[in-house]
């Protein structure tokens, strides 16, 4: 299935705010559903043990749902706490964000590089991303359920498969978390991401793991994810989908 092509053109680099999408949400989209999912197929003689991958607009990750993405450092070696790269490429981050950005390095071929502590990783990223604002918000303040109910539906909508949502941060941790959007309907929106808790696959966070769900609105607000806020919503100016 096809993208829906974009409506409106983006706002140009720089700009404070972006010129919103089509006001009305997308019935179908191009996203990780049971119809688009890429089996493994290193086992024909028995079908049920094929694993699924991760798929985003026909694009295979390459990502095993409910599988460890497997990170590792510098030196090769396995690492899911320090280890920034996955299959040679250095994402400037692990787990949640090394996971959304192998999701925009596969979907996109480059990548946003908001790595706070990797000032290289920024200067090589070239400014292809922007954060998403519709209507004037481009985020919403974590513990904030009147305006996660008023605009998360909206600023959700005004966005396409393969963004990436990230959370404000945890207080206690302080840490936030990433989400890659994968579809959107009127009833809600699904999402793949990893070490994260909410997963079809799995129960609980559980480190280096990757799965998908799919929220309604209202049980999206009132997750814990709901609870943190929406620090931005990122796109690819030249969304190619």
């Not at 409506?7 to 972006?18: E, K, Q, R, Y």
């Not at 191009?30 to 290193?42: H, K, N, P, W």
């Not at 959107?184 to 480190?207: H, L, R, V």
């Amino acid at each position: 299935m096809e993208c829906l092509k974009l409506m409106l053109l983006f706002a140009l680099i720089g700009t404070v705010s972006n010129v919103p999408k089509q006001q009305n949400i997308r019935q179908e989209m191009c996203g990780t559903t049971a119809s688009t999912l890429i089996y493994d197929e290193s086992n024909d003689e028995n079908i049920e043990s094929k694993s699924e991958t991760v798929v985003i607009c026909g694009v295979d990750t390459g990502i095993k749902r409910g599988s460890c993405m497997e990170f590792t450092n510098f030196h090769g070696a396995t690492d899911l706490y320090f280890g920034y790269y996955y299959d040679g490429v250095y994402l400037g981050g692990t787990q949640c964000y090394g996971f959304a950005q192998w999701c925009q390095y596969k979907m996109f071929g480059k990548m946003s590089g908001k790595s706070n502590w990797d000032e290289e990783y920024i200067e090589n990223s070239d400014n292809d991303f922007y954060n998403l604002t519709v209507n004037g918000i481009s985020s919403i303040p974590r513990n904030s359920d009147v305006q996660m109910k008023k605009y998360l539906k909206m600023l959700i909508s005004g966005a396409e498969a393969g963004a990436h949502l990230r959370t404000y941060p945890i207080p206690a941790e302080s840490v936030g978390h990433s989400l890659i959007i994968t579809d959107i309907t009127e009833d809600g929106f699904s999402i793949a991401q990893c070490n994260g808790i909410y997963n079809d696959e799995y129960e609980g966070y559980k480190n280096c793991y990757v799965g998908t769900h799919t929220f309604t609105w209202d049980e999206y607000i009132e997750s814990d994810y709901g609870k943190m806020g929406i620090s931005y919503i990122e796109m690819p100016y030249d969304y190619p989908y």
